[in-house]
């Protein structure tokens, strides 16, 4: 009977991995701490968790419910257009309304026990949780899995289109990118044509909604976005800067770290690279990898090959079997052909558990998309870095790591002869440097996941503020 007096907290992400991963470390977080959560996937997702047997078993207080997203079982999803963005939003909307009911409908008779629904975090993404919890009048707060500084473009990008505060033309508005000195066609992943795509629109839109919120909760640390920070906080309620989510719930649930460590995988991870790496000297392998979502041409991906293979020195690849963006090759083909590498340096995985890859003594440096949770586990581990930024928050964390944080170099793509040269500049006669720089971030990183720190000290918050919240 004492459940039904817990407060009860919804947690909802219907997107990529790089989303649902933090947000469902957060939800094991504060199911840890006491409170009654419900994680809501879209059947989509709930179906690729790999590993959910493990982490219900192990928390008591968490539970998952999926709902539908309204797209056809055999749609793609990896459009990330317009209409994929408004489709979602509009179509999710009336799924997850009838679940926030069915859970503030009365508890009795043969109705599973379980108690009211007190409030909804959700991922900012998309704005329809903000909308329903303004109709049903529940408190709810975003989630996002990205950067401040990401967040700051998006309400950075209307002044530029209206030229408010813009004096100079040749600057953006002095309060635009914090850190960084730019011109108007410079903010980190835009330029004046793709900011007026309706893509953008539709998420500036969106990024401008989670300002109705209670609050605003970041997968980020104050000390590594202090000079964006107090702009952002400016236009909400209440910031709570909570990262690296991963880091915090390892530490707090101890000796059930490594079974919590692939919270929420959609892929399994293949665990012989790890064996491999046993094999190979400490800092001399390269790990290469494209997160989740990434997808580049047949041609290109055979210039990485090459590349990698001639600058000599041993890799660990994640190739997703969907990575290949054009057509029929994916089919196999070119694994075939990427496995006749020389095979005592080459180990290709279609999946790896990352956050151990890194932290193996084995691992000397890492090439990346340069997503949000890589940067993080990166620093945790201390790896330099090579940013091979695409799209979206790629390139301002990439901007980042090269000028701001120092400890990794961009990577200029264009064919093996510059991707040979990038790598041997990382592992041999920059390696010294960039490794100072990454010491120096997770330097100030561990400083504020200890007791006493900035996101040690938020997490208490915001459990503390959710307690409050019981309806
Ligand atoms: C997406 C966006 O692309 C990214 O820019 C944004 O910051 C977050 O959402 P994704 O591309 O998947 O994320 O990249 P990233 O943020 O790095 O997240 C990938 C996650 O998958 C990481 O937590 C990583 O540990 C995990 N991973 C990746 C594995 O466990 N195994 C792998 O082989 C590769």
């Known amino acids: 009977m004492e459940m039904v007096d817990q407060p009860h907290v919804v947690m909802i992400?219907?997107?990529?991995?790089?989303?649902?991963?933090?947000?469902?470390?957060?939800?094991?977080?504060?199911?840890?701490?006491?409170?009654?959560?419900?994680?809501?996937?879209?059947?989509?997702?709930?179906?690729?968790?790999s590993n959910l047997p493990e982490i219900t078993n192990n928390l008591p207080n968490l539970h998952f419910v999926s709902i539908s997203d309204g797209l056809p079982d055999d749609h793609p999803r990896d459009s990330f257009d317009l209409e994929y963005f408004f489709g979602i939003n509009s179509a999710t909307k009336p799924y997850f309304k009838e679940l926030i009911l069915s859970y503030l409908r009365d508890n009795s008779g043969d109705a599973p026990l379980q108690p009211r629904v007190s409030c909804i975090i959700a991922d900012g993404?998309?704005?329809?949780?903000?909308?329903?919890?303004?109709?049903?009048?529940?408190?709810?707060?975003?989630?996002i899995a990205h950067s401040a500084r990401y967040l700051w473009e998006y309400f950075t990008i209307p002044k530029l289109i209206h030229g408010v505060d813009d004096h100079d033309h040749h600057l953006l508005p002095s309060d635009a990118m914090p850190g960084f000195e730019l011109g108007r066609n410079d903010l980190p992943g835009f330029n004046m044509e793709t900011l007026n795509s309706p893509v953008v629109q539709f998420l500036v839109g969106e990024s401008l909604a989670m300002t109705r919120t209670s609050g605003l909760i970041l997968n980020t640390i104050d000390?590594?976005?202090?000079?964006?920070?107090?702009?952002?906080?400016?236009?909400?309620?209440?910031?709570?800067?909570?990262?690296?989510?991963?880091?915090?719930?390892?530490?707090?649930?101890?000796?059930?770290?490594?079974?919590?460590?692939?919270h929420g995988s959609f892929w399994k991870s293949d665990q012989n690279c790890m064996t491999w790496l046993d094999s190979q000297p400490s800092r001399s392998v390269?790990?290469?990898?494209?997160?989740?979502?990434?997808?580049?041409?047949?041609?290109?991906?055979?210039?990485?090959?090459?590349?990698?293979v001639d600058s000599g020195r041993p890799f660990l690849w994640v190739l997703r079997r969907d990575v290949i963006s054009d057509g029929k090759e994916s089919n196999g083909e070119i694994y075939e052909e990427l496995q006749k590498g020389p095979k005592e340096r080459v180990c290709i995985v279609e999946w790896a558990p990352q956050e151990q890859v890194l932290g193996h003594s084995a691992i000397g440096g890492f090439l990346t998309h340069c997503g949000w949770n890589s940067i993080l586990e990166n620093i945790v581990a201390r790896v330099p870095m090579i940013c091979w930024p695409n799209w979206g928050d790629q390139s301002i964390n990439s901007e980042c790591v090269v000028k701001l944080w120092k400890f990794g170099v961009e990577l200029d793509a264009k064919d093996r002869s510059s991707i040979e040269k990038t790598i041997n500049t990382l592992m041999g006669h920059q390696r010294e440097e960039l490794?100072?720089?990454?010491?120096?971030?997770?330097?100030?990183?561990?400083?504020?996941?200890?007791e006493g720190g900035s996101s040690y000290n938020n997490v208490e918050m915001l459990v503390g503020d959710l307690r409050k919240m019981k309806l």
């Open 13 to 49: 992400s219907v997107l990529l991995q790089g989303h649902v991963k933090p947000l469902l470390c957060l939800a094991e977080l504060l199911s840890e701490a006491g409170l009654f959560v419900t994680f809501v996937n879209t059947h989509h997702n709930h179906k690729r968790f």
């Open 435 to 450: 490794q100072l720089g990454v010491d120096r971030i997770a330097k100030r990183l561990e400083d504020g996941i200890h």
């Open 286 to 308: 390269l790990y290469v990898s494209f997160g989740s979502v990434v997808k580049t041409s047949c041609s290109n991906l055979l210039e990485f090959w090459h590349g990698l």
């Open 223 to 262: 000390d590594l976005e202090a000079s964006c920070l107090p702009y952002i906080t400016h236009h909400f309620r209440k910031l709570y800067t909570v990262g690296p989510l991963h880091v915090l719930l390892n530490s707090r649930v101890g000796d059930r770290s490594q079974l919590m460590a692939s």
């Open 125 to 143: 993404v998309f704005s329809f949780p903000i909308d329903v919890a303004e109709e049903l009048e529940i408190p709810i707060f975003s989630f």
